[in-house]
Structures are given as structure tokens and as C-alpha cells.
């Protein structure tokens, strides 16, 4: 059977599954959204927010692109962000990176095709500012594992100077960001930090080793 064939099968397997567990399942969506978490990650197959955190229809708000960047000059992501933390009023905003991102190994190697290799150069400017100790790693592994982790770090910074963001830090809106990677090894999530409107951004250390 073709692969698309069996995309919509599997649609109508699991819109009759739900609704055989929970005949409102979904009718209670129809009529509008309140999703508490704004997810921002990677496009890669293997890192599904919403089954990874078991997400129900209406839980995450998500925009995903190759190697979770965020560019102040990104409409499609400003946009986003916007509707989600001044219209939808998300209070957590999450970036997550992961293992072995091949975005972030594409920026390590140069080189990628066009319009990809212009993509990445933000990727490559953490590349530039972190340099030092991506060196040190002996592995490449560890080399692409930890510029996943400061990429998180770097992208969330950028994150907490956006309009949308800055704006609802300065109305004193309830809102976090949180710098997390995921896994493939072993499905684990895990956290790297969090940015407040307290927080300073020029003394945001670099964060712990979580990807080893
Ligand atoms: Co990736």
C-alpha cells in the first residue's frame, strides 16, 4: 500500500479510537483554542512535541523550523508568538532542541544546499560565539550534542528580545521561557533553563551539560 494510503487510514483509525474513548472528544475543541504552552522546535520527524508529552488536541501551540531558531525577522515565527502569548495568553513559551539535530550539525559541517545554508546562520553565529568550547569536545558527537545545547540557550536570549515578548515582559504578563533538549536516546526531555522578566540576559551563564 502506498505510504499516503496509509497516512489516511491510520487518520480514521484514530478519529474512531477517540471518539470509542470519549464521545466529546471532538466536539469539545470546535469552538476554540486555550493551549497553555507555546512549543518552538525542530522540524525533525523524530521529535513529536505532542506525542512526547502526551498532548492532547488543543494543549500546544507549535512552530517548528530546521534547528529551532528564532530570527527577530521571522514573520511566519513573530506572528506565531504573538497570537500565542498576547491573544491565546500562553504563559510558557518552550524551546526545544535535540540530540544529534542534523540542522545544527549542518552549521558544524558548512556547506548545506541553498536556501538551507542561509537558514542556518544563526546556528553558525552560536557556532562562532561558543567556539572555544565546542572545540574542546572530543567527540564529534559531543561537539554537535553540546552546540544543540548553547544553541538553545542563544536561541532563547534572542527569544526574550522579541517585540511580542519584550512587550508582555514590560505589562508584567505571567510569562516564562525555557530552554529544554530532547533526547532521542531514551525519549527523556530534558531542561537546560528558564528566562523570567527578572532574569539579566547579559549574565545568562551558559547552561549545564545534559547530552552526554
Ligand atoms: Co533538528
Same mark, same amino acid.
Given at each position: =500500500?502506498?505510504?499516503?494510503?496509509?497516512?489516511?487510514?491510520?487518520?480514521?483509525?484514530?478519529?474512531?479510537? =477517540? &471518539?470509542?474513548?470519549?464521545?466529546?472528544?471532538?466536539?469539545?475543541?470546535?469552538?476554540?483554542?486555550?493551549?497553555?504552552?507555546?512549543?518552538?522546535?525542530?522540524?525533525?520527524?523524530?521529535?513529536?512535541?505532542?506525542?512526547?508529552?502526551?498532548?492532547?488536541?488543543?494543549? &500546544?501551540?507549535?512552530?517548528?523550523?530546521?534547528?529551532?531558531?528564532?530570527?527577530? @525577522?521571522?514573520?511566519?515565527?513573530?506572528?506565531?508568538?504573538?497570537?500565542?502569548?498576547?491573544?491565546?495568553?500562553?504563559?510558557?513559551?518552550?524551546?526545544?532542541?535535540?540530540?544529534?539535530?542534523?540542522?545544527?550539525?549542518?552549521?558544524? @559541517?558548512?556547506?548545506?544546499?541553498?536556501?538551507?545554508?542561509?537558514?542556518?546562520?544563526?546556528?553558525?553565529?552560536?557556532?562562532?560565539?561558543?567556539? @572555544?568550547?565546542?572545540?574542546?569536545?572530543?567527540?564529534?558527537?559531543?561537539?554537535?550534542?553540546?552546540?544543540?545545547?548553547?544553541?538553545?540557550?542563544?536561541?532563547?536570549?534572542?527569544?526574550?528580545?522579541?517585540?511580542?515578548?519584550?512587550?508582555?515582559?514590560?505589562?508584567?504578563?505571567?510569562?516564562?521561557?525555557?530552554?529544554?533538549?530532547?533526547?532521542?536516546?531514551?525519549?527523556?526531555?530534558?531542561?537546560?533553563?528558564?528566562?523570567?522578566?527578572?532574569?539579566?540576559?547579559?549574565?545568562?551563564?551558559?547552561?549545564?551539560?545534559?547530552?552526554?
Amino acid at each position: =500500500m502506498k505510504e499516503i494510503d496509509q497516512l489516511m487510514l491510520a487518520n480514521r483509525a484514530w478519529a474512531a479510537e =477517540m &471518539l470509542a474513548e470519549n464521545p466529546d472528544y471532538f466536539n469539545r475543541n470546535v469552538g476554540a483554542q486555550k493551549p497553555v504552552f507555546l512549543w518552538i522546535g525542530c522540524s525533525d520527524s523524530r521529535v513529536a512535541p505532542d506525542q512526547m508529552t502526551q498532548a492532547v488536541p488543543g494543549g &500546544l501551540f507549535v512552530h517548528r523550523n530546521i534547528a529551532n531558531l528564532v530570527y527577530p @525577522d521571522d514573520g511566519n515565527l513573530m506572528a506565531v508568538l504573538h497570537y500565542a502569548v498576547h491573544v491565546l495568553g500562553v504563559e510558557n513559551v518552550v524551546i526545544c532542541g535535540h540530540y544529534g539535530c542534523g540542522g545544527v550539525q549542518a552549521a558544524l @559541517d558548512g556547506g548545506a544546499d541553498q536556501p538551507i545554508e542561509d537558514w542556518l546562520a544563526h546556528a553558525r553565529q552560536v557556532l562562532d560565539d561558543h567556539r @572555544d568550547e565546542i572545540d574542546a569536545m572530543p567527540t564529534p558527537e559531543e561537539k554537535v550534542n553540546r552546540l544543540v545545547e548553547v544553541n538553545v540557550r542563544d536561541q532563547l536570549l534572542h527569544l526574550a528580545q522579541t517585540e511580542p515578548v519584550k512587550k508582555a515582559f514590560e505589562a508584567d504578563m505571567p510569562l516564562t521561557l525555557h530552554g529544554w533538549v530532547y533526547d532521542l536516546r531514551d525519549g527523556h526531555i530534558k531542561p537546560l533553563m528558564r528566562v523570567t522578566r527578572d532574569t539579566v540576559l547579559a549574565e545568562v551563564p551558559r547552561p549545564e551539560r545534559v547530552l552526554v
